[in-house]
Every structure is written in structure tokens, then in C-alpha cells.
Nanobody
Framework: QVQLVESGGGLVQAGDSLRLSCAASRRTFSDRSMGWFRQAPGKEREFVAAINWSGKITYYVDSVKGRFTISRDSAKNTMYLQMNSLKPEDTAVYYC????????????????WGKGTLVTVSS
């Protein structure tokens, strides 16, 4: 059974850091691009960051550039999102996703989602 399991969320203060993890089964992880999305209360789910299958190419939504870093560890079948200088507007449930696509096809190619982990940033 294919699974994506997020962890690492929590309650932090503005300016703090958190690292989210997304553990995947090898079958899911090895041949797919991976990414993070988030959904704030009352808002639609939005793209945050993505990393290609080799880990050599990444891209981010403008609002997190310079603060968040996406990475992946193939040996551990795990993807990470290092979040620094957190702001209250980063408060959301963060979801990881696995995709068969890349670039403009990343979102359309998503075939697996995790259940999410809550990040709350207080001011």
C-alpha cells in the first residue's frame, strides 16, 4: 500500500523554525517528483514547493522563497521542508504530494497525497 506520512508540525512563534518530513514507500518515492502544499483556514490549498525526482531541481512559491528549503533523501525515502523565519501567515495544514509530472505538469500529475500536518505560527 502506498503511503505518504507527514510529521514535524507544531505550534511555534513568529521567527522560529520547523522541519517537516514526508515519509514515503520506496515505490512512491523513487520515480516521482515530490512537493508540499498548504491549506490555511478558510482558504484553498496552495502550492508551496516542489523537488524533482533526482533532487537537483526545486521551485517555490514566491511567498516562501529564501525562507523555506525543500530536500529529499533517497536512502530514507523521505522529503523535507525546512521552514525558517516563520510568519503567522504560514499557519496552515501542510500536505506532501507525489507526482508523475514536473514543471507545469506537476500538479496535474499528483497521484498520492498525505493526510497533512498542522503548523501554527503565533505572533
Amino acid at each position: 500500500q502506498v503511503q505518504l506520512v507527514e510529521s514535524g508540525g507544531g505550534l511555534v512563534q513568529a521567527g522560529d523554525s520547523l522541519r517537516l518530513s514526508c515519509a514515503a514507500s520506496r515505490r512512491t518515492f523513487s520515480d516521482r517528483s515530490m512537493g508540499w502544499f498548504r491549506q490555511a483556514p478558510g482558504k484553498e490549498r496552495e502550492f508551496v514547493a516542489a523537488i524533482n525526482w533526482s533532487g537537483k531541481i526545486t521551485y517555490y512559491v514566491d511567498s516562501v522563497k529564501g525562507r523555506f528549503t525543500i530536500s529529499r533523501d533517497s536512502a530514507k525515502n523521505t522529503m523535507y521542508l525546512q521552514m525558517n523565519s516563520l510568519k503567522p501567515e504560514d499557519t496552515a495544514v501542510y500536505y506532501c504530494a507525489a507526482s508523475r509530472g514536473w514543471g507545469s505538469y506537476f500538479t496535474d500529475g499528483i497521484d498520492y497525497w498525505g493526510k497533512g500536518t498542522l503548523v501554527t505560527v503565533s505572533s
